[in-house]
């Protein structure tokens, strides 16, 4: 039995707006949360590296082994060990913030609603966000920003290029349309860990080859929502060969309540 704070606040290593990083060679026993965050990135790569408990320990991270949030280019993981994290080998997606009201016919107010988004940037004038309906996230169109404006840490006012989707409503969501990263992930070993192996919710080309997973969740698992995490999925081109899958989903990590 094992006991962790309720918190994950401290990040083994934290990329920001950064480019062309390399993790190479390095063994990360311990933190007290994810263990590589990378987020707004372009190119990022972890090779030849470990996560994996010193000594008697049991736990190493006590969230996600590595995690990449509305990064772009290249994501890599290359002959890796994640083993012991109390959460997944790897997330790989993007954000949804919700809709918290409605100024006018183009301009909306919107909350990024988890905790550990609070902060974190991801609407810029000129980008365009996707319209999205919040429980089905069926997309209603795409509109182009004229102008942020950021009121605090949770909240963004937005105004739009374009007159607003009649049918965009109080509780929808939006999200950024970006040159999604490819991935690759290769060679890897994750086990002994707590949840799922990877999630994986990247919409540019993934590649998954050559890994082994034992883990109690499901070894690879496709999602997104915009009800809890407000991760912003929608899988669309993945390639898996050449994996062993030792019996992972023998806890309830994964299954759908």
């Known amino acids: ?29 311990h ?12 190119n990022v790569t972890v090779k030849n590296s470990a996560v994996t408990p010193s000594g008697t320990r049991y736990i190493s991270t006590t969230a996600d082994a590595t995690h990449f949030v ?85 909240i963004t006012r937005v105004v739009f290029e374009d007159t607003l989707d009649k049918r965009f409503a109080v509780g929808d969501s939006v999200a950024e349309v970006r040159d999604y990263p490819t991935v690759l992930i290769k060679g890897n070993t994750i086990r002994r860990n707590r949840a799922r192996g990877m999630l994986l919710n990247c919409r ?18 496709f999602e997104g929502d915009a009800e809890f995490w407000f991760e912003q999925g929608g899988v669309s081109d993945v390639v898996i060969r050449n994996n062993t899958f030792d019996n992972s989903v023998f806890g309830v990590w994964g299954m759908l309540f």
Do not use: W
């Open 1 to 29: 039995m094992t006991f962790a704070p309720a918190r994950r606040d401290y990040v083994g290593f934290t990329v920001t707006e950064s480019a062309d990083v390399v993790f190479d060679n390095i063994t990360l026993h």
């Open 204 to 221: 540019g080309k993934t590649v998954v080859e050559d890994n082994y997973f034992h883990s109690p969740g499901a070894a690879i698992l």
């Open 31 to 42: 933190s007290g949360g994810m263990g590589i965050l990378g987020e707004n990135c372009h």
């Open 70 to 154: 509305n990064c772009t280019g290249e994501i890599n993981l290359i002959n890796n060990l994640f083993e012991n994290q109390k959460d997944d080998a790897t997330n790989i997606h993007g954000i949804y913030a919700m809709v918290d009201s409605i100024i006018d016919d183009k301009t909306i107010e919107v909350r990024v609603q988890h905790p550990h988004q609070f902060g974190f940037r991801f609407i810029d004038q000129g980008d365009t966000l996707e319209l999205v309906q919040g429980p089905s996230m069926i997309t209603y169109g795409t509109n182009q920003v004229a102008q942020v404006d950021r009121i605090s840490k949770e």
